[in-house]
């Protein structure tokens, strides 16, 4: 979604970078999700918009259940690979996820093993 007007949002969203007032002082922290308080405060904090992470979609293939042992194998390979990356931003977090499921859809279909349903 990226940058949402106050005026649009909704209880629910999860705030995809930390809102902060004119002296860099952290107001509400990253990840939380919005509620009802949090949206009177911001008007009243004089907040115009915030960033909101991007919602997954119902049909999106990375929620296909893998064998949950692939799955810590492949992060186990991946981590090194993102030893210097911060994992608690939210696109270096959603990269090294998507790179974990392309990795073990790759070696399901390499060596055969099924899927998880």
Not at 80 to 101: D, G, H, I, T
């Amino acid at each position: 979604m990226g940058k949402v007007s106050v005026q649009n949002l909704q209880v629910g969203l999860k705030l995809a970078s930390p809102v902060v007032d004119v002296y860099g002082n952290t107001l509400i922290a990253q990840g939380s999700e919005l509620a009802e308080k949090h949206l009177r405060l911001l008007k009243t904090w004089g907040i115009i918009e915030v960033n909101i992470v991007e919602p997954r979609p119902a049909d999106d293939p990375l929620e296909e259940k893998l064998d949950p042992e692939t799955m810590k194998v492949c992060q186990e390979e991946l981590t090194p690979l993102f030893e210097k990356a911060n994992l608690e931003y939210p696109a270096m977090e959603e990269l090294f996820r998507q790179s974990v499921w392309f990795r073990a859809k790759r070696k399901v279909k390499r060596t055969g093993t099924p899927l998880c349903k």
